[in-house]
DNA sequence: CACCTGTATTGATGAGCGTCAACATAGACA
DNA sequence: TGTCTATGTTGACGCTCATCAATACAGGTG
């Protein structure tokens, strides 16, 4: 039970494409259902431990890392190993157990999906 | 004490840019700081009413809405004040009373600094 | 002035969250 | 087998938050 995938914020991608979540926030206003699943996202992000971590696994070599190259973020182990696996539940990280070692990976898909969310011009196609 | 800046999440772009109060995430993993601040704006979306309400606004003609045209959103009146008072003070929205109605905008330079903060490649100049 | 509508504030309540110490589990190695 | 390191889980504590009813405030109209 690694890589599970918790919640169905998106589509595996088929092709290349994203397959966000919802459309942009300025493109209409989003339904309940949208916003329930978009929120959850945000909220895994706005968390100041949380935010450090992603964007320490985000910016680590080959968009991975161990658990042991992130760790310090100035809380104790068991609290970064709860907010990871918040990440995890958000459906914006993955881990992998390799050895002793537990490395975890972004999403790249769910990045973009956000990044969409706030485009300011749909730029329709 | 209407459009109050509450809080110094981006400089108000003197010329053009966005001048956005961290770099991307996956550049370089985030300082406390920058987390502290960045993750006060990914908070404040992190509510699905919040969600819907910053959506309505932004979506809105004109970029902006008068309250009584985003209430609907299946909460109490106090609590969609209460949430549109945390967008504001998360830098999101300004507000503004115009006769007997308040008029909140989006903050157009916050979202595109979020977009940015979520940008995959920093494409180095 | 009084009255009505739109919006904000107050105070209370219950749920959720971030944190830690203690403990449990997984894998490597001898 | 036992032991060590890395990571996850449990349970508890305090704090924050989302929500509402009641109330207050602002501005318009009569």
Redesign the pocket.
């Known amino acids: 039970?690694s890589n599970a995938k918790v919640l169905p914020l998106l589509e595996p991608a088929d092709g290349q494409g994203v397959a966000p979540c919802c459309p942009p926030l300025t493109e209409r206003p989003m339904t309940a259902k949208e916003a329930e699943t978009a929120a959850r996202m945000f909220?895994?992000l706005?968390?100041?431990?949380?935010l450090r971590l992603f964007s320490a696994v985000a910016s680590h070599e080959g968009g991975e890392a161990?658990?042991?190259?992130i760790?310090d973020?100035?809380?104790?182990?068991?609290?970064?190993?709860?907010?990871?696996?918040?990440l995890?539940e958000a459906g914006l990280l993955t881990?992998e157990?390799?050895?002793?070692?537990?490395?975890?990976r972004v999403e790249p898909s769910v990045l973009a999906a956000m990044g969409k969310l706030l485009t300011i011009a749909p730029a329709v196609a």
């Open positions: 039970m909220k895994a706005g968390d100041p431990v949380r161990c658990v042991c190259d760790s973020v100035g809380v104790s182990q068991p609290t970064v190993s709860h907010h990871l696996k918040k995890k881990s157990r390799r050895g002793t070692w537990v490395y975890y």
